[in-house]
């Protein structure tokens, strides 16, 4: 059985969710007081769907059912706000899968608890009968589905665990806060031969802000940026910002058989003056990333580096920046 009640450490994981999009006016944003992972975790819904490459999710749900006998079994570390529950169970309400039990880890109580509320509702209103708090219970519906909600850290869940193995484990953007073999590791106990890893939206390298606001403090932020996702703990094991690439290398140098791989790039840019959903909250979240990782740092000058920030933050407020990060996604079969 998965413990739920083990401590947290080590890493805050991310994850996605898809929204209508809703068209919202410059005027109506502006630069949040204070910050919100869970909120930032709902924001980026929008983003994540544009972004996740469709060969790959498109091969990985045909690879789950085909490969499963019921109940398919379900595993996620840093599963957020519940995102990926709700993409699994759209996908196989239409197939010939009619039982789904999922455990949904994160390391944050609070994206735990959104991800518990968002979901009950998320099923109710798609007509399912929703009953327990954790596992959560969904009847009534293509698929019957079993959510159990988990707050813990991904290591602890793995070196606890007694229950029968999982179909698949999906890690979405958690690899690169993470040593890729130590995650993997721990992570291949847990699967059943032949199940997949499903592992989308990891950074790989790039992050580029339009319009430029001075070419050389743009590069130096962006250098500096990305090597603020070392961790020295890790002595080097950590991969950062070309997380995608070593994690491809770490599959194809293991026991797992890479069957497919692709880009899944967040872009956003605005439309019409504004950003679709609560994109511009997005952004913003994204900016205080790098001001609270550069602020005070001895290769930038302070005053340069706040009005940088500053005129990042006008050109959303105003419907204006463009913002492109490179990532990828891998599916693989553990053997």
């Known amino acids: 059985d998965l413990a739920g009640d083990l401590p947290p450490h080590r890493v805050v994981p991310r994850s996605h969710r898809t929204p209508l999009p809703i068209r919202v006016p410059p005027h109506f944003v502006t630069d949040p007081a204070t910050y919100s992972y869970p909120r930032y975790l709902e924001a980026k819904k929008t983003v994540d769907a544009r972004a996740l490459n469709r060969r790959v999710w498109s091969r990985f749900v045909d690879e789950l059912e085909a490969s499963s006998a019921p109940p398919v079994r379900v595993l996620e570390v840093g599963g957020g706000v519940g995102a990926t529950v709700e993409r699994v169970v759209e996908a196989l309400e239409p197939r010939t899968t009619d039982a789904l039990h999922y455990t949904l880890v994160d390391i944050e109580p609070d994206n735990v608890e959104a991800a518990r509320g968002g979901l009950r509702a998320w099923a109710e209103r798609r007509g399912y009968n929703v009953s327990g708090g954790t596992p959560q219970v969904w009847t009534g519906g293509p698929v019957e589905v079993t959510v159990r909600f988990v707050s813990a850290d991904l290591f602890d869940v793995a070196g606890a665990y007694e229950g029968p193995p999982h179909d698949a484990v999906i890690a979405q953007a958690v690899l690169d806060l993470l040593s890729i073999p130590d995650a993997l590791g721990a992570l291949a106990p847990l699967l ?44 080097g094991e950590r991969a950062g910002a070309h997380c995608g690439r070593r994690l491809l290398r770490h599959l194809h140098d293991s026991d797992a058989a890479l069957l497919e791989a692709g880009s899944s790039d967040w872009v956003v840019v605005p439309q019409d003056g504004g950003y679709p959903g609560d994109e511009a909250y997005f952004l913003h979240h994204i900016l205080h990333f790098i001001e609270t990782e550069l602020t005070g740092h001895p290769e930038l000058d302070a005053e340069a580096f706040a ?9 959303v407020e105003t419907g204006g920046l463009i913002y492109i990060a490179h990532q990828l996604d891998a599916l693989a079969r553990h053997r």
């Open 192 to 235: 059943a031969p032949e199940g997949l890893w499903y592992l989308p939206i990891h950074f790989d390298g790039v992050t580029a802000l339009e319009p430029q606001v001075d070419s050389d403090l743009d590069a130096r932020v962006e250098r500096l940026f990305h090597e603020s996702m070392a961790d020295p703990s890790l002595d």
């Open 307 to 315: 009005e940088w920030v500053a005129t990042r933050r006008r050109q």
